[in-house]
């Protein structure tokens, strides 16, 4: 059985192609869509140029307060620049006649530009939400002077009304339940997590072809009727594929700590679930690479099948934002399962006995899967012979 999980291995190996969408690919993908879509790595970023002055200093310091970095930069140029290259959210330039308006309490005007990214439009209003704190006082006294008002009665006439005035509350009710679902995530975390699912299931279905090539030239049924048990020949197919997908989903765990500094939780509980969902990887594999007589349709049913399952699974849009009707649904894809176990492990702290329903439910299809697989295989090989 050993021998024949390490046949299964050097070929798969030897095509050079496995080991881009095994190795480099999916890092790429973790890398893309966490700088796009993920969140809670940091609040943003703005640079600012221009005259130095009380209307720069007080945005700098508005905008820290909420969390967003703001650093200097020597021109304008320098600014489009790091804008242009997404190094920084939004970029403001503040001229001297900003600076003077600012101090004068007349309107003025300022430079901003933003980036393309997806966090740009959230720093941009954390920019105008700045600047509307630091003019509506100045703008305020403004007004009453202009009114004729002196500007020592307008400051004491604004002061009690604010104290006058009882402070406005805010209370933020989330009645979906979906406000911190995602906390405690950091910025590339959901898309590992995703990706690993993704690529070991795609990468395993992938040796479907190795299968339906060894059946076409005979060699399965080579297997068969040597001194081998049917137990044994079947037993290393499945071992081979499996080892296949829990070495993808330990490489892709691995270089996404390293890489991007993702927390996967509890690893034992971790590597438990990626070698339970690698076994259902692999029956899938075996049974598709028992009922296909064609390496061309295998791969093009591997790959469609397996964005198919990925998408409806939760993996490309997150399981928690679906619709109850369609989450259900989700729950026939061993996808689903996984993305909640995951769930479980990185954003509860959870452990195996936490994910153990998920375990069982995806323990479960791999035993159905890997049963049909082997019948399918020896009665393929059965009519061949």
Do not use: K
């Not at 503040?94 to 003077?100: G, K, N, T």
């Not at 006082?137 to 006439?157: C, I, S, W």
Request: glycine share 12%; proline share 3%; net charge negative.
């Amino acid at each position: 059985m050993l021998a024949i999980a390490g046949t299964e291995l050097r070929r798969f190996v030897r095509d050079r192609s496995n080991i881009f969408f095994m190795l480099i690919f999916p890092m790429l993908l973790v890398f893309v869509l966490g700088l796009q879509f993920g969140g809670g790595a940091d609040q943003g970023r703005v640079v600012i140029t221009g005259a130095g002055g009380e209307l720069r200093q007080g945005l700098a310091e508005e905008l820290e307060r909420t969390g967003t970095e703001v650093d200097g930069v020597a021109g304008a140029e320098e600014m489009r620049t790091e804008v242009a290259r997404e190094r920084a959210e939004v970029g403001l330039y503040i001229d001297a006649e900003a600076e003077s308006d600012y101090a004068s309490g007349q309107p003025g005007q300022i430079e901003m530009i933003a980036a393309s990214g997806a966090g740009a439009p959230m720093v941009q209003q954390r920019v105008l939400t700045a600047l509307g704190t630091l003019t509506g006082p100045r703008a305020e006294v403004a007004a009453l002077t202009q009114a004729g008002v002196p500007p020592q009665e307008a400051d004491a006439a604004l002061v009690g009304a604010r104290e006058a005035v009882a402070p406005v509350s805010l209370t933020v009710t989330d009645a979906g339940g979906q406000t911190n679902v995602f906390a405690g995530l950091g910025r590339f975390d959901l898309e590992a997590g995703s990706m690993l699912l993704l690529f070991v299931f795609l990468s395993t279905l992938s040796s479907a072809v190795t299968l339906i090539q060894s059946r076409r030239l005979g060699v399965q049924a080579r297997v068969v009727v040597s001194p081998v048990s049917a137990g044994a020949a079947i037993g290393g197919q499945v071992l081979g594929r499996w080892v296949i997908a829990f070495v993808q989903g330990g490489y892709i765990m691995v270089a996404s700590m390293v890489l991007f500094d993702v927390d996967f939780g509890n690893l034992a509980a971790a590597l438990v679930l990626v070698a339970v969902f690698g076994a259902v990887a692999t029956g899938t594999a075996m049974l598709l690479g028992a009922l296909i007589d064609h390496e061309g349709a295998a791969t093009g049913v591997s790959v469609g099948l397996g964005l198919v399952l990925a998408a409806l699974g939760g993996l490309m849009f997150p399981l928690d934002l679906f619709p109850d009707t369609l989450r259900t649904v989700a729950h026939a894809t061993p996808h689903a399962w996984g993305y909640e176990a995951f769930a479980e492990l990185q954003r509860h702290g959870g452990g195996v006995a936490d994910i153990a329903p998920q375990l069982g439910v995806l323990a479960a299809m791999a035993a159905v899967l890997i049963a049909l697989g082997a019948v399918a295989l020896r009665r393929a090989v059965s009519r061949a012979m």
